[in-house]
C-alpha cells in the first residue's frame, strides 16, 4: 500500500471535520450521520500517535485533512448585485509612497499606499478578548503572505496577486474587535461576516482592496472562509487561527508562515480563501465542484473532494480558473487583482 492511500485511510476518519480550510454555512445535508464515523479509540493507529498532536510536523501535505465543502444552495440567498465579472479600467497610478511614512510597528490605519490598482490589504484581526501573539508585527503574517505569493508567482511563470504595500513592505494592519471570542464564534457559519464589520467598522474600506484577515479567533467548523461571487458577495478572506473543525486537527497545531518560500497549510488555505473571495473557482469551470472548487486534482491549491488535499499546483490542466482563455468563465490570469495588471482587467460581482 502506497502512504498516501495509508493516509487517505487514516484522512478517511478525518472527513466528518473536513471543514478545514473554509466553509461558508453549516453542515451541509447528505453527509452520513455521525454514527457512521469510526469511533475516536480508532483515530491514532495508522501511525499518529494522538501525542504528536499538536504540534504537527511541517511540512507534512500528506497529513492534510481532506476538505469537504457544503453544497452552493447552503450558502445565503443573495442575488448578484452586478454582472458576474465585469471590465474595470485601472485608475491614475499614485506616487510611491515616501519611506518615512511606512515606519514599521503596529498601525490601526492604512498607510500609505504605493499603488493604486486593485489589491489585497493585509490585516491582522483579534476578538476583544483574544491573546495578542504579535503576528503584525513578529513576521509571521509577512511570510505567510509572501510564502504563497512566492508559490503562486512560481506557477504563473511570474504574476502574482497585488498587495497593499508601503514603500515595498506589506501594509498589515491591526484591528481589535468589539465582540469577545466566544460572541464572535457563536456566529456559526458566519465568523467571517463578523470579521469583515468589525474591520469596515475600524474605518477599512477602499473600494479596492480585499480583506484577507489573519484572525487569532476561533471558528468550530473550520480554519477559514471566503465569500464567492457572484454567489456570496464580499471583500473578506479570513483565516481562523484558533479554529477547532470537528474531527480535524486544532488549526493552530499548523504553523503560520514557517517559511518565506514555501507555504504550509495555513498559508495555502489562505491564498485559496482569497481566490474563492475574488470569484474563484466559477460554477462555469468544467472540474468545478462544491462551490467554489474544483474536482479533477487533489494536488490543486482548490481542490475539495474525498482524497486528502496536497495543495501544490495552479488549476491543473490550466481548464478551470487560471490561463484557460475563456471568456465565458472567470479566469485569474484577467484579474484586476493581478501582478503586472493584465490587459483589459476583470473585478469580480460586487466590486
Ligand atoms: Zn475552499
Keep these: 500500500m502506497r502512504y498516501d492511500e495509508g493516509m487517505r485511510g487514516l484522512l478517511g476518519t478525518l472527513w466528518v471535520g473536513l471543514a478545514v480550510a473554509c466553509q461558508q454555512e453549516s453542515a451541509p445535508p447528505g453527509y452520513p450521520p455521525p454514527q457512521a464515523y469510526p469511533p475516536p479509540q480508532a483515530y491514532p493507529r495508522q501511525g499518529y500517535p494522538p501525542q504528536a498532536y499538536p504540534p504537527q510536523p511541517y511540512p507534512r501535505?500528506?497529513?492534510?485533512?481532506?476538505?469537504?465543502?457544503?453544497?452552493?444552495?447552503?450558502y445565503p440567498p443573495r442575488q448578484p448585485s452586478a454582472p458576474a465579472w465585469s471590465p474595470r479600467p485601472p485608475p491614475p497610478?499614485?506616487?510611491?509612497a515616501p519611506a518615512q511614512r511606512c515606519a514599521a510597528g503596529r498601525v490601526t490605519v492604512d498607510r500609505p499606499d504605493d499603488r493604486a490598482e486593485h489589491q489585497i490589504k493585509v490585516f491582522y484581526v483579534l476578538p476583544r478578548?483574544?491573546?495578542?501573539?504579535?503576528?503584525?508585527?513578529?513576521?509571521?503574517?509577512?511570510?505567510?503572505?509572501?510564502?504563497?505569493?512566492?508559490?503562486?508567482?512560481?506557477?504563473?511563470?511570474?504574476?502574482?496577486?497585488?498587495?497593499?504595500?508601503?514603500?515595498?513592505?506589506?501594509?498589515?494592519?491591526?484591528?481589535r474587535l468589539a465582540k469577545s471570542d466566544a460572541e464572535v464564534a457563536s456566529a456559526g457559519a458566519f465568523v467571517r461576516e463578523q470579521i469583515q464589520a468589525g474591520i469596515i467598522a475600524a474605518g477599512f474600506d477602499h473600494p479596492r482592496k480585499l480583506n484577507l484577515a489573519y484572525y487569532g479567533g476561533s471558528s468550530r467548523l473550520s480554519c477559514g472562509g471566503g465569500a464567492w461571487p457572484p454567489k456570496l458577495v464580499g471583500r473578506t478572506?479570513?483565516?481562523?487561527?484558533?479554529?477547532?473543525?470537528?474531527?480535524?486537527?486544532?488549526?493552530?497545531?499548523?504553523?503560520?508562515?514557517?517559511?518565506?518560500?514555501?507555504?504550509?497549510?495555513?498559508?495555502f488555505?489562505?491564498?485559496?480563501?482569497?481566490?474563492?473571495?475574488l470569484?474563484?473557482?466559477?460554477?462555469?469551470?468544467?472540474?468545478?465542484?462544491?462551490?467554489?472548487?474544483?474536482?479533477?486534482?487533489?494536488?490543486?491549491?482548490?481542490?475539495?473532494?474525498?482524497?486528502?488535499?496536497?495543495?501544490?499546483?495552479?488549476?491543473?490542466?490550466r481548464d478551470d480558473y487560471f490561463g484557460h482563455g475563456r471568456a465565458d468563465c472567470p479566469d485569474l490570469a484577467r484579474s484586476a487583482f493581478v501582478d503586472p495588471l493584465p490587459p483589459s482587467p476583470l473585478v469580480p460581482a460586487g466590486w
Design 61 to 74: 501535505p500528506q497529513a492534510y485533512p481532506p476538505q469537504a465543502y457544503p453544497p452552493p444552495q447552503a
Design 269 to 277: 488555505s489562505a491564498l485559496h480563501e482569497s481566490l474563492h473571495t
Design 237 to 267: 478572506a479570513a483565516m481562523y487561527l484558533k479554529g477547532t473543525p470537528p474531527g480535524a486537527p486544532p488549526c493552530a497545531s499548523n504553523p503560520l508562515g514557517a517559511s518565506p518560500t514555501q507555504p504550509g497549510y495555513l498559508d
Design 93 to 96: 497610478p499614485v506616487a510611491p
Design 129 to 175: 478578548d483574544g491573546a495578542d501573539e504579535g503576528l503584525d508585527v513578529n513576521g509571521a503574517i509577512a511570510r505567510s503572505v509572501s510564502s504563497f505569493d512566492h508559490w503562486l508567482r512560481g506557477q504563473t511563470g511570474g504574476a502574482g496577486l497585488r498587495f497593499d504595500r508601503c514603500a515595498g513592505v506589506l501594509d498589515i494592519a491591526f484591528v
Design 279 to 317: 470569484g474563484f473557482v466559477g460554477a462555469c469551470a468544467p472540474h468545478h465542484t462544491r462551490a467554489g472548487h474544483t474536482s479533477d486534482d487533489p494536488r490543486d491549491l482548490m481542490y475539495a473532494g474525498d482524497q486528502p488535499w496536497r495543495p501544490q499546483l495552479l488549476d491543473v490542466g
